[in-house]
């Protein structure tokens, strides 16, 4: 059984950079053909895809946030990392980490999820 954990601060001040990590278990990050994913759900909108790091450690980013966003990976930890620069208020939301199986671009389904962590950016 697959279970992904996000961790970081759920407080961010505007134009700071926010990070999450994503502790994986009971499977490897760099098993074939898997995509390890963030996602947010900004309150009262929808699921927003925000990239992916690849098995191969390849990497794709939505295009709004790509100017913006990196998504590295440590697999001696199992573990990847989110994070988005010069944030503003708009980022608020819950962040997700999760397991893609299959991809178009930049936007994955996945079969696993994290419970979920709530980052609210103020100053």
């Known amino acids: 059984q697959v279970q992904l954990q996000e961790s970081g601060p759920g407080l961010v001040k505007p134009s700071q950079t926010l990070s999450l990590t994503c502790t994986v278990s009971?499977?490897?990050?760099?098993?074939?053909?898997?995509?390890w994913t963030w996602i947010r759900q900004p309150p009262g909108k929808g699921l927003e895809s925000i990239g992916y790091?690849?098995?191969?450690?390849?990497?794709d980013y939505s295009p709004l946030l790509k100017s913006r966003t990196s998504i590295s990976w440590d697999t001696s930890k199992n573990q990847f990392t989110l994070r988005v620069s010069s944030v503003t208020p708009e980022d608020t939301a819950v962040y997700y980490c999760?397991?893609?199986?299959?991809?178009?671009?930049?936007?994955?389904?996945?079969?696993?999820w994290g419970q979920g962590t709530q980052v609210t950016v103020s100053s």
């Open positions: 999760a397991r893609g199986f299959t991809c178009s671009g930049y936007l994955c389904s996945a079969d696993y």
């Open positions: 009971g499977g490897s990050i760099t098993t074939n053909y898997y995509y």
């Open positions: 790091v690849a098995w191969s450690g390849s990497t």
